[in-house]
């Protein structure tokens, strides 16, 4: 991408018509898709880290962390490949309130390295409210015949 822009910059000299028109074209579609990771690289390499809730769902976003060099932790659900993640945290990806609880505890964590006030991790079940909406629980999405699966592996890995 960030050859695209300089190259725009001196206005693509050296190429067609039809050329140009394509890494316009090229250069628009990564910096829709791509514009909110472009920065990165200035990043301290501490806070250089990705949370997932589900790897195979977000495969282009593991995909771009890992051309970052960004390390990523995941839930690793039993249909997940453990290697798809840095650091894979077994349990239910499919369910709002294992999610909720996990990143939850993930957030107090860094929220009292950070010297923040921690909200579920280390307080009495009654203090604690999760979403109770039974509709809302995500649904394990059966794809035919494990094909996205082998596809996600693929372009990540």
Known sequence: MENLEKQAAENFQGYTKKEKLAKQKQLAKL???????????????????????DPLKDAIAVKEARKKGIKIIGITDSNVDPSLVDFGIPANDDSTKSITLIFTVLADAIASAKGGKKLFAYQSDENIILPEDPEKELKQTRYRNNSFEKFARQKIL
């Open 31 to 53: 910096q829709k898709n791509l514009n909110g990771i472009k920065g990165l690289k200035d990043v301290p390499l501490f806070s250089l880290i990705m949370l997932v809730a």
